[in-house]
C-alpha cells in the first residue's frame, strides 16, 4: 500500500519522494521573469531524509543554476510526476549524506562524474526541491 502523507516543510509525499528520488534523472526548469519556463536542463537528483536535492554538476555558473537562484521557482518532471518547486537552500549539516547517496546511486558512472556532483564544491551549489502547494 502506497501512502501520500506529506513530509516536511519540503512537501512530497511519500511516493513522490520514492518515484522521484529513485529516477535516474530529472528535468528542471525555472520561470523566466515574465513567468514563462526556461527549456529544462537534464541531472541527476537524490532524495535525502524528507527532502530532493540537485547539484549544479560544473558549478555555479552553469546558466540552468544561475536561472535557478534568479527565479526561486519552476517545475521538475521525474518518475513520472511533474510538479512546481521552489528552490531552497540545503542544511549544512545535510551536505555529507547527500554526498553518500549521489556516490551510491550514481558510482557505476565513474569517479569523474559523480566528483562533479560531491565535495565542498558541490556542496555550495546544491539546491533543495521545495514542492509548491497545489
Known sequence: ???TRTLGASGW???ELTLIGDSAQLELASHRP??????STTMWVV??????????AGGPERPWYRHALASGT????????????TFGEADPDVHDAIDETYHA?????GPGPV????????????IRLVRSAP
Open 34 to 39: 515574465d513567468g514563462a519556463l526556461r527549456p
Open 74 to 85: 519552476g517545475r521538475i518532471r521525474a518518475g513520472g510526476i511533474e510538479r512546481d518547486v
Open 13 to 15: 509525499t511519500d511516493e
Open 47 to 56: 532524495h535525502v531524509g524528507d527532502d530532493l536535492y540537485v547539484r549544479s
Open 105 to 109: 546511486k550514481y558510482d557505476r558512472y
Open 1 to 3: 500500500m502506497t501512502t
Open 115 to 126: 566528483s562533479q556532483v560531491t565535495g565542498p564544491d558541490a556542496h555550495r551549489v546544491t
